[in-house]
């Protein structure tokens, strides 16, 4: 079983930056993929970065630039460092971890960080 706790969310002020951070445990593979999501109320729940296993990184076009994922892989952690933050980027951040098992995917994830950003 895999456990993911975030951390890092927030009050902060348009322009500013965040840390979130994603402590994972339990039964850990280097080869599981890590993202990191957001939701706002009424809306779906939508990829925001992602990290491979490999270290290749892929981003929703929204947060290029400003946003930048890392991973731990000694620690079991997955960061997300938010820089220029924009009201848009106000919702509940997730972690997820993704595992690939023969033809099919299993998918952790975390309770969720709030962010809010004032304009």
């Known amino acids: 079983q895999v456990q993911l706790v975030e951390s890092g969310g927030g009050l902060v002020q348009a322009g500013g930056s965040l840390r979130l951070s994603c402590a994972a445990s339990g039964i850990i593979f280097s080869g599981d993929a890590m993202s990191w999501y957001r939701q706002v109320p009424g809306k779906q729940r939508e990829s925001v970065a992602a990290i491979a296993s490999g270290g290749i990184t892929n981003y929703a076009d929204s947060v290029k630039g400003r946003f930048t994922i890392s991973r731990d892989h000694a620690k079991n952690a997955v960061h997300l460092q938010m820089t220029s933050l924009k009201p848009e980027d106000t919702g509940v951040y997730y972690c997820?971890?993704?595992?690939?098992?023969?033809?099919?995917?299993?998918?952790?994830w975390g309770q969720g960080t709030q962010v809010t950003v004032s304009s």
């Open positions: 997820k971890l993704s595992r690939v098992r023969f033809t099919s995917t299993l998918d952790y």
